[in-house]
């Protein structure tokens, strides 16, 4: 199974920062990767599809890049709603694969 | 509206079985791949089966193969997933998701577009 590490697994940031999200996966997934925001009790949310495709209604702070093995999740002006889990999903190949997650603080 | 609703979860013994539903409005599941993801309670997400758009081919993860099932009824257009053998470790918030294609520069890629609420299912004695 490809796994998914995620970096960091938390982080404190204040309004307005940029924040950057890393995940790199243990073999190549060309661009088979989604970007996925939860909140607290609620379903995950699609952010990003195919690394750096944004999802229609997500706010253009959002982005997404890498190929391969390495990828990125940037929010450019971090905003009170982002507080929240981040996850990245491979979806190359079987079993599907999440990372770890990264709690974002405000 | 788009939405998917899932019911069916609960508490059960360990080696008992649930079947939890996941109900599908604003599109028809017989033509998307459908997902069942679950999260361990304060754990991350999980990814557990698929159903391929009008087919037969499934896949699972290795810890619930040859426990759970996956399914769906075009007719009443709705996703299933058939628990036997439960365990503590399958603890979980299960929740049901659109499996959907999306093209970025010619190639097709999927991803989870639709998601429902979750429904929790208890693995206790």
């Known amino acids: 199974a490809v796994q998914m590490t995620q970096s960091p697994s938390s982080l404190s940031a204040s309004v307005g920062d940029r924040v950057t999200i890393t995940c790199r996966a243990s073999q190549g997934i060309r661009s088979d990767l989604g970007w996925y925001q939860q909140k607290p009790g609620k379903a995950p949310k699609l952010l990003i599809y195919a690394a750096s495709n944004l999802q229609s209604g997500v706010p253009s702070r959002f982005s997404g890049s890498g190929s391969g093995t390495d990828f990125t999740l940037t929010i450019s002006s971090l905003q009170p709603e982002d507080f929240a889990t981040y996850y990245c999903?491979?979806?190359?190949?079987?079993?599907?694969?999440f990372g770890q997650g990264t709690k974002v603080e405000i | 509206e788009v939405q998917l609703v899932e019911s069916g979860g609960g508490l059960v013994q360990p080696g008992g079985s649930l079947r939890l539903s996941c109900a599908a409005s604003g599109f028809t599941v017989s033509n998307f791949w459908m997902t069942w993801v679950r999260q361990a309670p304060g754990k991350g997400l999980t990814w557990v089966a698929n159903?391929?758009?009008?087919?037969?081919?499934?896949h699972y993860v290795d810890s619930v193969k040859g426990r759970f099932t996956i399914s769906r009824d075009n007719a009443k257009n709705s996703l299933y997933l058939q628990m036997n053998n439960l365990r503590a470790e399958d603890t979980a918030v299960y929740y049901c998701a659109r499996d959907a294609d999306f093209s970025s520069n010619d190639i097709w890629y999927d991803a989870f577009d639709i998601w429902g609420q979750g429904t929790m299912v208890t693995v206790s004695s």
């Open positions: 159903i391929r758009r009008q087919g037969s081919e499934e």
């Open positions: 999903l491979q979806d190359y190949s079987y079993p599907r694969t």
